[in-house]
């Protein structure tokens, strides 16, 4: 059947109008932003995957499938995503941030295979970069043929008159001359015993220059700053380094208040567009600043917690353990928290609704710890204190992380670092209690992760691969280390996104990406919850977005127009 219709010249134009008016309107609203053509991995409610996203002022403001958000809006600028993957911006829930920066002006012992290979990088930074003091930081015993402490012997022939300090890779242990040893008062007299540390010496009652835990501090302390103008340059090498891994928030796990003050100005200037988290390193003037300042939540600061050190480092035979370790007799690691102090300073907190968030390696720190936190917190609770690694935790103790609401803030690079020698420290009954991600989860329905950089490699696709595979990057063991507690790839990213923003208070502003939140994004080639685990060590990052600014796209691909 056919039809006819009549219109005038003048209703033919108006219709024409209309019908313009009408298709226009699906791009009338301007945004900032528009990021398309991809995969847009949100992690909300539903676990949508959309195809494009509009940004304004810094915050999602619609996602969507690709027509719908290209007809609703019009954009300055659009990134063709190229069929990328978009996911929310990943956050390191335990790190150190100013630590890895400063490390960068010093001597590189990580990856040395053994001690003369340290003693010698050590002497041709120095040739390169003179200083008063020799630093550097990164040696592990664990990783060398023998695997017993060194001594100061080849450092005292390198550098006889020049003071030396070298830390292990865990910053829980140091190795230094006999000049260091002198200035610290440490060479002539009988050694001190240090509460929380030990200067181990050899069969003579002599410093051989090992320090360990808060002897370490007795050195450290005399080591002068470097000059503030290389320490800004080292921490923009930092920030650069960080974003080029899809990095945009970072929680610095125990800076003074003059560090956390120069970052605050940094960020004000713009220089440092990284989001943090500052925690408060843990001592009563600290704390009383703390409490004087308040809590301080800027859209790119959080301070409102403090990390306390409750033992060791299970690599330096620091961790406190409820029984001897292994392969030292008598030896159960180190308290370096007074308790009496400890327990005071947490009711600071409490009384001032601040965060607590403890360093705790051994199964004994972890029990004394969630005793006094049980104590004050009386149960469920929305405080988020925080236990940083829980790396032996008994049965019993995996539970009251649930009936208390304590986060576990754990670091799965620590476990495929560790896994070849922890056994031997630990015992083969105990090891099984190390490393219990997925038991720890399940407490809680929660997990934060982090690196603990620069203990580890700042790199967030080791710690995905880490977490759900539990191998090395060659693949060993085969089946993975203690696989029962790896994470599922949601898990392990929720655990990289969504819950660091939940363990800071930052939930309804980060961690997913849905409308009202910061538009804070890492692309990458490749979908981390389809792929094989250790395939996302291979992982391209193209771009990584803060608050709508793209602070970092491959030049190789750019897309942004």
Known sequence: MKYRTFFSAAQLATVALLLCVTGCSFQSERVDLIVHNGVVVTLDSENTIAQAIAVDSGRVVAVGAERAVLNKYKAARTLDLRGGVLTPGLLDGHAHLVGYADGL????????????????????????????????????????????????????????????????????????NAEALKRAGLLTGTVPDIEGG????????????????????LVAELIPPHPDQKRFEALMEAQANLLAQGIVGITDAGLPPAEIERLDSLQRTGDLKLRINALVSASDENIEWLVDEGQRMTDRLVVNGVKFYMDGALGSRGALLRQPYSDRTGWF????????????????????????????????????????????????????????????????????????????????????????WAGERLGRNRIRRAYAYQELLQALGMTALGTDFPVEDIDPRKTFAAAVARMDADGFPVGGFQSENALTPEQALRGMTQWVALAQFQENELGTIEPGKWADFAWMDRNWLEIDAQLARGTQINGTCIAGEWCYLDSEINGLE
């Open 105 to 176: 002006l010093e001597a590189n012992l990580f990856g040395t295979s053994e001690w003369e290979e340290v003693v010698q990088r050590v002497v041709v930074h120095q040739e390169e970069w003179p200083s008063e003091w020799a630093v550097g930081r990164g040696w592990d015993q664990n990783d060398w043929d023998s695997q017993a402490f060194p001594d100061r012997t080849l450092l005292d022939a390198a550098f006889p008159d020049q003071p030396v300090a070298l830390e292990r890779i865990d910053g829980h242990a140091m190795v230094v």
């Open 198 to 217: 030990e200067v181990v010496i050899d069969a003579s009652g002599t410093p051989t220059g090992v320090l360990v835990d808060n002897a370490c501090s």
């Open 333 to 420: 690691g180190l308290a370096t928290q007074r308790e009496e102090t400890y327990q005071r300073q947490l009711e600071t907190l409490l009384g001032h609704n601040l965060q607590a968030a403890t360093h705790c390696i051994g199964d004994s720190a972890t029990t004394f710890v969630l005793n006094v936190y049980a104590a004050l917190l009386e149960g469920p609770n929305d405080r988020r204190w925080r236990i940083e690694h829980a790396q032996v935790v008994s049965t019993e103790d995996v539970r009251r992380f649930g009936d208390f609401s304590v986060i576990p803030s754990v670091q799965p690079t620590h476990a495929t670092s560790d896994m070849y």
